[in-house]
């Protein structure tokens, strides 16, 4: 017969078994630290099924806000998507919370999905965790060029590019948002498979995207004209002259971001490769020369100024590199071609330092460098926008 003690050991550990089963699988458990590892994300392997529905294939990526994976959804016959699984921190539920409204926004404004934003397919809570499932997309754009040793895109594609990308933040704009934080990394290719073209100035294979077809991602920043507007946006090189002044911003300053996007796709590398304020307001002076006097004067950060200029040491260290880095922008063009030309006009007038004064995306849709792929008529377009409220 089996001692009292080892019975009562058997009995104690079926009901710690018992009680482990069932805490699992208790359902909203916000801080079970069986499922979160100590930074707040989900711990998960391939497999894994959550709400009964998304069978996880392969983890795409990681950022501050939570973890992307790729996904089967039981719920769409198997169909691909991606899903993506935010912190278990308080903090990073609210901030999806608002990139939800913003994404149903989006969603009931083109239920037909043609605007190149990336459509979401729906979201839900799981154990602490919000989860927003999207359409599978490839690689960014970022992704791309690096992986093709950051060899520039062709003309024409930088045009394809550019158009859908207009067309996408266009109509953010028209329905009273600003993106933000607009950067190569967050422009994903619906395709990411390319052909291998030899390069003969290179000498050397290079990667050739087949399909430009792009989705514009990441509504995490995105903010209404009526919503508060943070003193600080945008990812660093991205950043437009009026964030780093404090002046106050609006759609104005995810034109300007485009501009600083279509050169790092035209050369192959950042236009303000910097991390300091200062710096880049002197990078920015180099490229396109001094900022206007009127932008000055009404900064709140005249720290960076003395005497209605930058303060700046052009002899210091600093200085030196700023000057080894940067040059005027029509000095960075690859060739003399009629389009290249009419890029740099395009790219100029993005990057106006007055945001008042900086080309809105609809006239930017009429300009001669995306002529070729306009309907007839549109240069006359272009000619009259000229001439009005930019």
């Known amino acids: 017969m089996m001692g009292k003690t080892k019975l009562y050991s058997l009995y104690k550990g079926f009901l710690d078994c018992l009680c482990l089963c069932l805490s699992r699988r208790s359902g909203e458990a916000a801080g079970d630290d069986r ?30 806000f939570g973890k992307v994976v790729q996904c089967l959804d039981h719920g769409r ?45 729906d979201w839900f809570h799981y154990y602490g965790h919000v989860c927003i499932s999207f359409e599978l997309l490839s690689l960014s754009t970022f992704d791309f060029l690096k992986a093709n040793s950051f060899l520039p895109y062709p003309m024409s594609q930088i045009r394809q590019m550019a158009h859908q990308i207009f067309h996408a933040v266009s109509f953010l704009h028209d329905n009273k948002l600003t993106h933000t934080d607009l950067k190569p990394e967050n422009i994903l290719f619906v395709n990411s498979d390319y052909s291998l073209v030899y390069n003969t100035e290179k000498k050397c294979n290079e990667r050739r995207i087949n399909d430009t077809a792009v989705r514009l991602v990441d509504f995490g920043s995105a903010t209404f004209d009526h919503e508060h507007h943070s003193a600080v946006i945008s990812t660093r090189h991205y950043r437009a002259p009026e964030v780093i002044m404090e002046l106050g911003w609006s759609h104005p300053c995810d034109v300007w971001s485009i501009g600083c996007i279509l050169f790092e796709y035209y050369e192959g590398f950042t236009l303000f490769q910097t991390h300091d304020n200062k710096e880049h307001l002197a990078m920015m002076e180099r490229i396109q020369g001094p900022i206007p006097q009127r932008m000055i004067q009404r900064s709140r950060k005249q720290k960076y100024f003395q005497r209605g200029r930058l303060d700046w040491n052009e002899c210091s260290k600093a200085g030196r590199y700023v000057k080894d ?58 000619r009259n926008s000229c001439d009005r409220s930019r």
């Not at 069978?55 to 501050?64: M, N, Q, R, Y």
């Not at 608002?98 to 989006?106: S, Y």
């Not at 690859?334 to 809105?360: A, C, D, T, W």
């Open 35 to 64: 499922r979160d590892n100590e930074n707040g994300h989900l711990i998960y392997k391939t497999g894994d099924i959550l709400v009964d529905r998304y069978e996880i294939v392969d983890t795409l990526g990681e950022g501050t």
């Open 77 to 121: 016959r198997g169909s691909q998507i991606a899903l993506k699984i935010i912190k278990n921190q308080e903090k990073y539920r609210e901030a999806a919370k608002l990139e939800i409204n913003v994404l149903e926004k989006i969603s009931e404004k083109d239920p037909h999905n043609r605007q190149h934003c990336v459509q979401m397919l």
């Open 325 to 382: 880095k940067c040059k005027p922008l029509r000095k960075y063009l690859l060739s003399h071609g009629v389009e290249h030309h009419q890029f740099f006009n395009l790219l100029e007038r993005m990057l106006e330092y007055e945001p008042s004064k900086r080309i809105s995306l609809s006239s930017a849709l009429g300009h001669p460098f995306l002529l070729p792929l306009a309907g007839p008529g549109r240069s006359q377009v272009w």
